[in-house]
C-alpha cells in the first residue's frame, strides 16, 4: 500500500482540537489535568518542551485564555488552557477541513466526517488522532462531478460573483448559495465555472430543477447516486432533514440549476431543506434562480441572509470590456461597440448570438426587431483602421 501520511494535523490543530474536547469543562471549578501544559502534552502526543510555543501562539492569536487555576487531584495551582470564543470557531473550521477528506479505514474510504458523525464526537481530537495513526493510510479526497454540467470553454469575467460564491463555499455556516438573474444573464454560466473551480475540494452533483416534487426527488436520488454516495433510502429522499444528516460532512455542493416556477410542494420542500441544512455542516446546496421568481415561490427568510446560512449573488448585464472580448472583435470602433453595448445592456445571450452573427438565427431567438438586427451587425462591422 503506497504510503501517504495520515491526516495531516498541525501542532496547533492538535491544541486546539484537544481543548475543544475539554470545552465543557471550562466552568469547572477544579479543572481536569488534560488542561494543563502536561496534560495536553500527553493528549496531544506533542513532546512537552513543544507545548509552551505552541500555546503561546495560541494565546497571542486569542484562540486560548491562560490562567492560574485549581487542578483535580493537585495541591498548587497550575496554568491551564481554555479555549475563547474564538478559539471555537477556528476549531470549529479545522474539524469543518477535515471533515472532507477521506481516509482508509479497514481498506475502505471513508469520509472523516462520516467518521466523526458515527462516533461519539465528544472526544473528536482522538478520534482524529486514530485516523491520523500510521496504520491508517489517508488520501487527498478525490472529488467527483456529476449530471450535466455545462462547458465553460469561453466564460468571461463574473470574478465579484466568483468570489462571493468561493466565501460561501469555504464558509462552514454558509449552506445555501443562491445565484439570481434575469432570464438569459447567466446564472446557469456562472454556477457551472464556480461548480468547476469548486470541485477540486468538493464534489459537485448537477441537476436542474423540476416543476413536481416527485420528479425532483428522483433527480436528486440519481444524481446522489452518480456520485457514489452510499446507502439512501427512499426515507431520505422524502425527509429532508433525514437527507442533511446523511450527506452531512460528505463536501457534496448540490447545484440545483433553473428555479423559477415551481410547484407549491417543491417550495415546501426546499423550505425544509434549508431548515435541515441549518442543523448540518460539510454539505451544501447552490441554486440559480430567476430574478423574477415570484416571492411566493421563496424558501428561505431573511434570518436566513441575516445568520449567513444562505447568501445571494445577483447577476446583471457584463460591462463593456467583457462584451467586446465576447463579441471577438477586437479592432471594433469605440462609439459602434458603445451602441451595441447599449443595444444589448451586455446580456451574455444577446452579445453570444451578435459575435455569431447570423442574421436568420438572430431574428428567430433574440428580442430585436430585424432592423435592429441590422444595424447591430453593420455596427460589429465598423472597425477601426
Ligand atoms: N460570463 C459568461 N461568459 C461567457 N458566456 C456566458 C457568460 N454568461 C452567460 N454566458 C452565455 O450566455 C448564454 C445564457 O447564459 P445562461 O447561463 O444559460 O443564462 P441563464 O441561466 O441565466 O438564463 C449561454 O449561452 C452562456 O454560455
Ligand atoms: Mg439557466
Keep these: 500500500m503506497s504510503a501517504e501520511p495520515g491526516l495531516k494535523l498541525t501542532s496547533k490543530d492538535k491544541v486546539l482540537l484537544h481543548l475543544k474536547d475539554y470545552w465543557g469543562h471550562r466552568e469547572d471549578r477544579e479543572y481536569p489535568a488534560a488542561l494543563t501544559q502536561k496534560g495536553i502534552s500527553e493528549m496531544t502526543g506533542l513532546r512537552l518542551s513543544h507545548v509552551p510555543r505552541t500555546l503561546q501562539g495560541l494565546v497571542s492569536e486569542e484562540f486560548v485564555d491562560e490562567k492560574k487555576a485549581h487542578v483535580k487531584g493537585e495541591k498548587r495551582r497550575y496554568k491551564v488552557y481554555i479555549l475563547t470564543d474564538k478559539g471555537v470557531t477556528e476549531t470549529g473550521r479545522i474539524i469543518e477541513d477535515l471533515r472532507g477528506q477521506t481516509v482508509v479505514v479497514n481498506g475502505s474510504y471513508v469520509s472523516v466526517g462520516n467518521v466523526l458523525d458515527k462516533e461519539e464526537a ?20 478525490k472529488p467527483v462531478l456529476a449530471g450535466p454540467i455545462p462547458g465553460i470553454s469561453d466564460f468571461v469575467d463574473r470574478e465579484d460573483e466568483l468570489e462571493l460564491l468561493e466565501q460561501m463555499l469555504g464558509d462552514p455556516m454558509s449552506k445555501v448559495m443562491l445565484v439570481y438573474g434575469p432570464q438569459g444573464y447567466g446564472t446557469t454560466a456562472l454556477a457551472a465555472k464556480f461548480a468547476h473551480v469548486a470541485s477540486h475540494q468538493w464534489s459537485i452533483g448537477w441537476l436542474s430543477v423540476e416543476k413536481s416534487l416527485k420528479k425532483l426527488r428522483i433527480s436528486i436520488a440519481k444524481t446522489l447516486a452518480a456520485l457514489d454516495v452510499q446507502g439512501l433510502t427512499p426515507e431520505h429522499m422524502t425527509d429532508p432533514k433525514k437527507l442533511a444528516t446523511a450527506l452531512e460532512g460528505s463536501s457534496i455542493v448540490l447545484v440545483i440549476d433553473g428555479y423559477h416556477e415551481v410547484s407549491e410542494e417543491v417550495v415546501e420542500y426546499f423550505t425544509g431543506l434549508v431548515a435541515a441544512l441549518r442543523d448540518t455542516a460539510g454539505f451544501k446546496i447552490l441554486v440559480t434562480l430567476r430574478e423574477d421568481t415570484p416571492p411566493y415561490n421563496r424558501f428561505y427568510s431573511i434570518i436566513d441572509i441575516h445568520d449567513g446560512v444562505a447568501g445571494e449573488v445577483h447577476v446583471r448585464g457584463l460591462d463593456l470590456e467583457h462584451c467586446r472580448q465576447m463579441l471577438g472583435e477586437p479592432n471594433i470602433e469605440p462609439d ?9 445592456r451586455g446580456c451574455p445571450t444577446d452579445v453570444k448570438l451578435l459575435a455569431r452573427g447570423d442574421e436568420n438565427e438572430m431574428r428567430v431567438k433574440s428580442r430585436f426587431s430585424p432592423e435592429e438586427i441590422k444595424l447591430m451587425l453593420f455596427l460589429k462591422g465598423q472597425t477601426k483602421e
Excluded at 482522538?126 to 479526497?141: D, P, Q, V
Excluded at 459602434?336 to 444589448?344: G, I
Aim: glycine content about 4%; hydrophobic content about 50%.
Design 122 to 141: 465528544t472526544h473528536r481530537f482522538r478520534l482524529l488522532l486514530r485516523l491520523a495513526g500510521e496504520e491508517i493510510t489517508s488520501l487527498k479526497r
Design 336 to 344: 459602434a461597440m458603445k451602441r451595441l453595448f447599449l443595444f444589448t
